[in-house]
């Protein structure tokens, strides 16, 4: 299993920035995606999550209005558009996989993690 995360980066407040995960090794129309996030000297904290078919989405409250989640099943690639960016969203972001959106609100209970993408807000 593979979840390839990129498009981090430095942006300033205010700045948009479109993360991607592209899956392999297992059945990407059948899994719900997701998204985490670790600060410095923080916990891994919950972002967002799409079911598989797409019409189900959830946020965490710091990031609902700002963030949306999208993925593309021809592609098996999952999308994190991020706008209107703050210092506090710093942080490295994991692409996650597994079996419903509940399971993938919770570190404890997400099946695949991917290697993280390096996002820093800051002027």
């Known amino acids: 299993v593979q979840l390839q995360a990129s498009g981090g980066g430095l942006v300033q407040p205010g700045g948009s920035l479109r993360l991607s995960c592209a899956a392999s090794?297992?059945?990407?129309?059948?899994?719900?995606m997701g998204w985490f996030r670790q600060a410095p000297g923080k916990e891994r904290e919950f972002v967002a999550t799409i079911a598989w078919t797409g019409l189900r989405s959830d946020y965490a409250d710091s990031v609902k209005g700002r963030f949306t989640i999208s993925r593309d099943n021809a592609k098996n690639t999952v999308y994190l558009q991020m706008n209107s960016l703050k210092p506090e969203d710093t942080a490295i972001y994991y692409c996650t996989a597994g079996g419903t959106l509940a399971e993938l609100k919770d570190s404890g209970s997400v099946t695949y993690w991917g290697e993280g993408t390096l996002v820093t807000v800051s002027s």
């Open positions: 090794g297992f059945t990407f129309v059948n899994a719900a």
